[in-house]
């Protein structure tokens, strides 16, 4: 399907499932449900906080009451402080089913003083395999920050506080699927992964410092179709952003590792 038929499809469904969907500085209750952890997962402050923990018995998540085909997703996040090695705090948007699209977030702990890596991917029809991680440059256990998703029908742009991190554009034109059809929930948990987290499995969770706990707030959803976010690129200013913090903070690209594709590099990547 040509890329601007495919474009009109989308428009079309974003009709349908996102025009009248906007929530600014939000009420938690109003936008998600604790669906799982027994307890573990808690709204406070009259819906103005959410905080999700893990200890050894359960870790603990959320999803969101809507779907958005198309969006511009801000939330504020406070990760797990001190010593989180085995932890994964997890924020994304997916659909269901064995076709699934996903667009992710991954925060993996480690131990007090080293950083955090913060892992992305994308998921079309099923298909992932592709990562880039990076490093952050401040301390997202002091304090909140806000973590982005930018999804239109062009191009899906990860930001922290702001400053892009990541592009991943619409690459139908050579035959590489996007997310254009399937509506997506939020959703994010902290749980336990310490076979792979950290240092590949290598560092496991200290118990002794459960239980670990994750902080959300200022949730906002922009899926009004006539918003301006529905064309948005970044501009020259935001791609020298965006190629700053891929210079300083970027750990792995899937697009620039030859070894896992002798083959040839994944066909999007000669788009970047």
Known sequence: MAVSSSISIGFMLCLMFGSIMVASAS???QDFDVTWGDGRGK???NGNLL???LDKASGSGFQSKHEYLFGKIDMQIKLVPGNSAGTVTA???SSQGPTHDEIDFEFLGNLSGDPYTLHTNVFSQG???REQQFHLWFDPTADFHTYSI????QRIIFSVDGTPIREFKNAESIGVPYPKKQPMRIYSSLWNADDWATRGGLVKTDWTQAPFTASYRNFKAEASNNGAWFTEALDSTSQGRLKWVQKNYMIYNYCTDKKRYPQGLPKECSMY
Request: hydrophobic share 35%; glycine share 6%.
């Open 150 to 153: 930018l999804w239109n029908p």
């Open 127 to 129: 298909k992932g395999e």
């Open 27 to 29: 009420n938690l209750y």
């Open 43 to 45: 709204i406070f402050n």
């Open 51 to 53: 905080t999700l923990s």
């Open 91 to 93: 924020y994304y948007l």
